[in-house]
């Protein structure tokens, strides 16, 4: 039976074209390359893969901010310059001003800040009946009479016409303060009719008045009767 064994394995060898003094390294050879076949095949064959551990994700408790909800929370800083807005005032300015109307002022303003945004005092203003340091109030009327008005409003204080019980006031002669006691005529018209004499002689006739800065027809149609030369 070894015999046979022999004679097979040389008939193996000789199919492959193994001869010579190789025989003996090239049927080792083969021994082992069998033997560690039939160890891998009996575990089953194929490299073996270890199994991977789960990996747990721990899901974070905290809230999540939602982004689509609007803050309706009302910002403080807003809020305070809302309050501190400026208040304002109407008020009505009529009578002898450059642009008589409806003016918006801020809350504590002067009738002398609505008489300014009415355009100003006209030339004929006469402001001896109003008060400019006055406060305004919403909703007041300012009237700022002209000098006939206020000729017209002293008339009718006495009598409805004026008192012809003084004697005139003789232009020639009077100083700054008897001039300023005529109707329409204030300290800086007297001082002017007295600079005028000085500097351009006295007057001849009591129209000679209106040659003086300031007075013009009407002034002295209203003058004519309580003056004269």
Not at 176 to 186: K, R, Y
């Amino acid at each position: 039976m070894a015999q046979e064994r022999q004679r097979n394995r040389a008939r193996l060898l000789r199919k492959f074209g193994i001869k010579g003094r190789w025989t003996a390294g090239v049927v080792a050879a083969l021994a082992v390359v069998a033997v560690t076949l039939a160890v891998v095949l009996s575990r089953g064959g194929g490299s073996l893969i270890e199994r991977a551990e789960p990996v747990i994700v721990e899901q974070s408790t905290d809230t999540i901010p939602n982004e689509t909800n609007e803050d309706t929370t009302v910002d403080p800083e807003e809020d305070e310059v809302a309050r501190e807005a400026p208040a304002t005032l109407l008020v009505h300015v009529d009578g002898a001003v450059g642009a008589p109307g409806v003016y918006e002022l801020a809350e504590g303003s002067r009738v002398n800040d609505a008489v300014l945004a009415a355009g100003g005092l006209r030339d004929d203003a006469n402001t001896a009946s109003i008060n400019l340091a006055a406060s305004l109030s919403d909703g007041e009327k300012i009237h700022v009479p002209s000098e006939d008005e206020a000729v017209a409003s002293s008339a009718s204080s006495t009598g409805g016409t004026e008192s012809n019980d003084s004697a005139p006031i003789n232009i020639n002669t009077a100083d700054v303060a008897t001039l300023d006691e005529l109707p329409g005529v204030g300290e800086s018209t007297a001082r002017a009719i007295v600079e005028d004499r000085e500097a351009n002689g006295p007057f001849t006739a009591p129209e000679d008045l209106m040659r003086v800065s300031g007075i013009g027809e009407k002034k002295f149609a209203r003058l004519e009767a309580m003056i004269c030369v």
